[in-house]
């Protein structure tokens, strides 16, 4: 199997992660393995890498890679597991963890995951292969779940055309392929919105989020992350579009808040300090943007905990 994807912010993420030689280090979101090779550069023969992933393919791609590594632990599960993760390898404390939010370019090009617009296949868009899938969102959800689902996390102003649609349509058949949502999103949007970007777009991605829970897995490690840090410990977070760099933001800002007291209190009283150091935000350089067109929305925040 050849697990394709291009690792971005590869150099950027692993340079931020200001890797120690004997230092434990996860990365939530192992895919191929590109950031992971990275970070096992760096290692030296005390160290420790937790390489997590969801997807079956790509825990078969880790075991290649990495199977004869004594340094790497690989382990089936969700990110938004990481206490019980480091539970089940026995480790307390680990000195960075990385993430790379979304969905992988193989999952993408991967015509018969379901996970494309531009390739006809079931609907499926699970990334662990379990569970239910984009073809039981999209024929079960009632008129309203649809349009929440679409708008929340699509961002699509016509959520509401496209939801009822949906529903019109499954009347006469279940919606079945990729090619079935693709026309009846198009026919729910004007000509004028169908310039651009793909006009399937915000709904796949809306669909895709709901079916994996992604949102809800990035606040569940977001709330565990920083009692697994050591002491200086890092974590580093690559978003693809503003819901997922909100909630890394806002979380983020959060941990890097110092005293709430009023301006006019002549000493501070919350006693709060602290509890981060946020880096400044990275974005993909211009090299990178011309060689992968993926990574024209990605950007990376850091924070090191003091």
């Known amino acids: 199997m050849n697990f394709n994807h291009k690792s971005v912010l590869l150099k950027e993420s692993v340079n931020s992660l200001n890797i120690k030689p ?18 096992l550069k760096r290692l030296g023969e005390k160290g420790k890498l937790i390489a997590v992933d969801q997807d079956p393919d790509a825990l078969k791609i880790l075991e290649e890679r990495f199977g004869s590594d004594k340094r790497v632990k ?13 539970d089940t390898v026995g480790v307390s404390k680990i000195d960075g963890l990385l993430l790379d939010i979304g969905v992988s370019s193989y999952q993408l090009d991967t015509a018969e995951r379901g996970f494309s617009y531009h390739f006809n296949a079931p609907l499926d868009m699970r990334m662990s292969k379990t569970g239910s ?54 026919a729910s949007m004007p000509e004028s919105a169908k310039r651009g970007s ?23 490690v977001l709330e565990q992350a920083l ?62 943007l011309n060689s992968n067109k993926r990574s024209r929305s990605a950007k990376l925040r850091t924070a090191i905990k003091l």
Request: aromatic share 8%; with cysteine.
């Open 133 to 186: 899938s984009a073809y039981d969102v999209i024929n079960n959800y009632n008129k309203e779940q649809l349009e929440k689902v679409i708008f929340s996390y699509g961002e699509e102003k016509f959520a509401r055309s496209i939801a009822g649609n949906i529903v019109k349509y499954r009347e006469e058949k279940p919606i079945e392929t990729t090619d079935e949502l693709v026309e009846i999103i198009k």
């Open 198 to 220: 793909h006009p399937a777009r915000k709904t796949f991605q809306a669909i895709r989020i709901e079916v994996n829970g992604e949102l809800d897995a990035l606040k569940q």
């Open 74 to 86: 690989i382990v089936n599960s969700n990110f938004s597991a990481l206490g019980n993760i480091l």
């Open 227 to 288: 009692a697994v840090l050591s002491e200086g410990g890092v974590i580093s977070v690559i978003t693809f579009h503003s819901l997922e760099d909100r909630i890394v933001k806002n979380e983020f800002r959060s941990w890097a808040q110092g005293c709430t007291c009023p301006k006019d209190f002549p000493v501070c009283v919350c006693g709060k300090k602290p509890k981060v150091k946020l880096l400044k935000p990275v974005t993909p350089s211009d090299e990178e």
């Open 22 to 39: 004997d230092g434990i280090y996860v990365d939530g979101t192992a895919g191929g393995g590109g950031h992971s090779a990275e970070i």
